[in-house]
């Protein structure tokens, strides 16, 4: 099931490239490291308090309402949804650019594909840092492949990769992905998967790894926020990333926080309580006739689907 199978979803490209670009700095620090990988067109809407960001080092926000968001689901393995947030601390090798046109990269700087498309080589950023301070290596590629290929991790991005039959790594800044057939969809697949850290978690074993407390206590990634503090229930606060490789970002502190009803979160926005949230198209012109509100809106990777289950015994009737 693809992560980003709700309509709003999209809802974040648009808001997210303009926190970044408010939020980090250095050349490049925000244009893909922090923005969601999502690849198709759709249009969603967003909500941002303009005034409030401006005047705060904090940015507080719903990343994670609407249909797009998984409050909670801190394992990017698993988690279908949330990845608005999720993509703040983790990041991919690769990622769609804003307007979904082409794949721009993330922590790899360039590729290349062998002639008879069995080989992708990627050739990595230098200098990337996961924020304990260990290198980022094309070990934590071959490891973050391995443990999705793994039945026991229960990823469900683990059909994207059937045709991996291994990844080997010539030195640390080289990763080659190896396919039993050609794969034009190898890198889109590749902008869903964000890289683990191979010292972090190589000792746990992937079936433990699934409900692990180390993805809510203790998760590192190489992005520009990293984890600071978590209230079930409540938010998740994630503080600047002093040695991110984009740049240390400008804002502070990001904070994630958790409304039970869509309109709880929107009257936070109205209030001050928070400077964003995912709106639904029916409060739009409401939002419109405030000054301080500014209403974003963007493509999208939104899937709109009606499924059948087909356990059910109605359906094993053929006259429905």
Not at 297 to 313: A, K, R, T
Request: charged share 10%; net charge neutral; proline share 7%.
């Amino acid at each position: 099931m693809p992560r980003r199978r709700p309509w709003f979803f999209g809802l974040a490209a648009g808001l997210m490239v303009s926190m970044t670009l408010a939020a980090c700095g250095g050349a490049g620090a925000g244009t893909g490291a922090a923005t969601t990988s999502a690849s198709a067109a759709a249009t969603a809407t967003a909500a941002t308090q303009s005034t409030t960001v401006a005047t705060s080092n904090t940015l507080s926000g719903a990343f994670d309402e609407g249909p797009g968001g998984c409050p909670e689901c801190f394992n990017p393995l698993t988690a279908t949804a949330g990845f608005t947030w999720l993509e703040e601390y983790y990041q991919p090798l690769v990622l769609y650019d804003v307007n979904f046109q082409k794949i721009q990269g993330v922590l790899a700087t360039s590729w290349s594909v062998s002639q008879n498309g069995l080989a992708y080589t990627f050739h990595l950023r230098k200098g990337v840092q996961w924020q304990d301070g260990k290198p980022f290596t094309s070990a934590d590629v071959k490891f973050t492949i391995g443990l999705v290929q793994n039945p026991a991790s229960a990823s469900w991005i683990a059909s994207y990769f059937t045709d991996v039959t291994g990844v080997t790594t010539p030195n640390a800044d080289t990763a080659v992905i190896h396919l039993k057939s050609p794969d034009a969809a190898l890198l889109s697949a590749l902008t869903f998967l964000v890289m683990l850290p191979q010292h972090a978690l190589s000792s746990i074993p992937p079936a433990q790894l699934v409900k692990s407390s180390w993805w809510r206590t203790d998760p590192i990634g190489t992005g520009p926020f990293k984890w600071e503090k978590y209230v079930p229930s409540q938010y998740v606060e994630l503080a600047a990333n002093p040695t991110y490789w984009g740049g240390k970002p400008k804002l502070a502190h990001l904070i994630d926080r958790y409304y039970k009803q869509s309109g709880a979160a929107v009257l936070a926005l109205q209030s001050g309580q928070i400077q964003f949230t995912y709106i639904n198209p029916d409060v739009v012109s409401t939002l419109k006739s405030n000054p301080n509100i500014q209403i974003l809106s963007g493509p999208s990777q939104v899937i709109n689907y009606l499924g059948f289950n087909l356990h059910s015994p109605l359906w094993k009737d053929v006259r429905v």
